[in-house]
């Protein structure tokens, strides 16, 4: 035979399947005829439906093989090519079936006089639920087109095999977890935690309902105009910050304009449209195709682009199909691990927190601020997970293991069962944190350390009571902007300042004032003025933004000072790097406290102004800043990050500086050094502060108030017990003075024979 060009073969039997499709027969008429229908057109003597029943692959329909096999051949997965490419969900095409190792001989079939063989799956969800497959007697290879049509045809089965339920759900799900079986993945421990759920894709995979058009014209419209709006898209992620809507980097968005802008790829989309697909399938047809060439091709490199194709892909089939919503606009259903690239804040803080349970992300670095987000819901954590998007599939069953950085797919019921164990145990240690709510964390020379918890949200603030954390030390306010659609108007600003400050009681609580910017965009606030910062985190944020746009501040100063009437208001202000900063910003609210004094509306008893110590430079002036302050707030995530110029949400930078290095030790020390004698409270309140090992650092260099994440306040509270600070601080100093080569490595060792456990 000669083969006809792909877009024939594929149209004559596409055309032919229209009529069978159409026709108001029955399932299995339907399918007698769609076997009649491909053999015909690709000249194949056998045509086979397989189906997956009862946990094996039935012979549901067959052109060529004995009648009296339908309904009665079964393979097992795995067994048989056809159980094999079930299993693996890849094509065979093969001039001599029996000459491979998988073959296996159904004597009920007849099929011993054909030699040829080619089968494709059938996939729906992402998993193979059946197999198509033609034979010949002459030993030939099937032609490029011919293996394409048969695939185009699979896709159309699908649809069938779905409207007409001749699938079992349930099988599919067991057979999820044979074609595969478990994979353990590896990545880098963002927030710690054990969780188990099902694997929910943030930019949800769309399922194609209609395969075969009516009208192609009509196709080829809605396919460009979705090229229009995925290029504008790109172009518009693109001009905002780095950290776009979908968190996407510049390297990224390159390759995205690179693809979104390729010939090839829209006329291949346009071609498969040609043979009588929808949009859709064509865009899936197209990607299958692409999918099974790059799999060929065994380059790192090549695969992660083939990534950004995909996402790509994905997000022209949102376009085209109208599904643009993420997961957490259609909901969860049952308790979750969320799955993507990486996020935004606001973006996870959409989820519902209840079935939310953890968060696994390709990229992501411990600085983040979607991570601190997930560190204050208490969300574990795993990212920097390579092929994370190649081995998860939509609904594959999870166990998060961001304790020791793993998470497995698809796990067999002993890992299941051991994991289960440990969880069991690491809930017992939480309870056993929780004992230590009410007890005060004294070192064992009797030195109180303070220990206060970061929030953001009215959602983090029962965890003050349940943790006994000292107070809030960072209430980030720019959450409340964040997780909102519009600019949060004053009076929601003071409802909820008010509702934190009534939780809190008698301790007290830290606000800082907005720090938008840098990562934390918001789409409706043009801070910037919709202009590109090649490096936000340096850029127009916090403070700068606040100062500038004065208006901005002038509502939060109020917000705050009405919220706190009648009692002390604590304030600081993000990223002052020149005193000046702080004397603008505290002028800002002294001077809404004269006006709301002369509308003798009632005031705070107090206002305490502090400054965070962000920005390195501010180090060189404290000592003129230190008589203005009332506390200094240190946010070592900041700070280290300017410190080694090393952007704290860039991912391939996320291992590669210690916090427990000699230059951050040294930088800290010299700045609490020169606030002794000064009237200052001095907090540490960046992440480190919730980890053992630094907060053991952090105490040896004179640090005697911490604010951490609250999921720490309980581990670091027990640490505080067992520690000698004067035995530490001479260690400390020592160390400090004659580095040993890693600080980390003599500090564990020496909290080991302590007896002190470090993370
Ligand atoms: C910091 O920079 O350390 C800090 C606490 O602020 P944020 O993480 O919100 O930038
Ligand atoms: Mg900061």
Known sequence: MTAPSAVSAARQILTSLHEVMASRSNAQTKLNSVVEAIGQGLDSEVCSIYLLREGMLELFATKGLAQEAVHVTRMDIGEGLVGTIAETSEM???????????????????????????????????????????????????????????????????????????????????????????????????????????????????????????????????????????????????SQAEFGVGGEHDEVLETYKMFAYDEGWSRRIIEAIETGLTAEAAIERVQQRTRMRMRQIDDPLLADRMH????????????????????????????????????????????????????????????????????????????????????????????????????????????????????????????????????????????????????????????????????????????????????????????????????????????????????????????????????????????????????????????????????????????????????????????QRNYLKKLKKPLPESIRYGAMLEVPALAETLDLLAPKLSFLSIGTNDLTQFLFAADRSNPKLAERYDWLSIAIMRFLRRVQTSLVGHPVDVTVCGEMGGRRLEALALMGIGIRRLSITPAAVGPIKELVRKVDLPELAEAMTLWLAVPPPSLREALTEWAEARGIEVD
């Open 92 to 238: 065979l095409n093969l001039a001599e079936a029996t000459a491979h190792p998988d073959f296996s001989y159904r004597p009920e079939t007849g099929e011993d006089k054909y030699h040829s063989f080619a089968g494709v799956p059938i996939v729906r969800r992402e998993r193979a639920v059946g197999v198509l497959c033609v034979q010949h007697a002459d030993p030939r290879r099937y032609e490029e087109v011919e293996i394409e049509a048969l695939q185009t045809v699979a896709m159309v089965l699908s649809e069938l095999i779905a409207n007409a339920d001749l699938v079992d759900e349930e099988d599919v799900a067991l057979l999820g977890a044979r074609q595969t079986g478990p994979v353990r993945l590896t990545g880098l421990v963002l927030v710690k935690g054990l969780a188990t759920g099902n694997a929910v894709y943030h930019q949800p995979r769309i399922t194609i309902e209609h395969v075969m058009a009516d009208d192609p014209a009509a196709e080829l419209s809605r396919v460009y105009l979705a090229f229009d709006k995925m290029r504008e898209q790109i172009e518009k992620m693109a």
């Open 308 to 591: 950004d194709l995909e996402d790509l892909a994905n997000r022209l089939l949102r376009i085209v199909s109208g599904q643009m919503g993420t997961a957490a606009s259609q909901g969860l259903r049952s308790d979750t691990i969320l799955i993507a690239r990486n996020l935004g804040p606001a973006e996870l803080l959409e989820y519902d927190k209840r079935r939310l349970k953890g968060v696994i992300l390709e990229e992501g670095s411990l600085t983040a601020h979607v991570v601190i987000v997930a560190r204050a819901m208490g969300i574990p954590v795993l990212g920097r997970v390579r092929g994370l998007r190649s081995a998860v599939r939509d609904g594959d069953a999870l166990l998060l293991d961001a304790d020791q950085g793993n998470a497995t797919v698809r796990a067999a019921p002993p890992m299941v069962e051991a994991f289960e164990a440990r969880f069991a145990k690491s809930k017992e240690r939480q309870a056993s944190y929780a004992k230590l709510r009410d007890v005060e964390p004294f070192t064992k020379d009797g030195t109180r350390i303070t220990v206060m918890m970061n929030a953001g949200l009215r959602d983090d603030m029962p965890a003050l009571a349940q943790t006994g954390a000292d107070g809030i030390g960072l209430f980030r306010t720019e959450f409340q902007f964040l997780v909102s659609a519009t600019l949060p108007a004053r009076e929601r600003q003071t409802r909820l300042y008010r509702d934190v400050l009534e939780v809190a009681g008698d301790k007290p609580v830290v606000f800082r004032t907005v720090d938008i910017g840098g990562d934390k965009v918001l789409p409706y606030l043009r801070h910037n003025n919709g202009e590109h910062e090649e490096n936000p985190a340096m850029g127009w944020r916090a403070l700068r933004v606040a100062l500038e746009r004065e208006g901005l501040l002038k509502v939060q100063a109020r917000a705050l000072l009405e919220a706190a009437a009648g009692r002390t208001l604590n304030v600081m202000f993000p990223m002052v790097s020149e005193p000046w900063e702080f004397d603008a910003a505290r002028e800002v609210f002294e001077s």
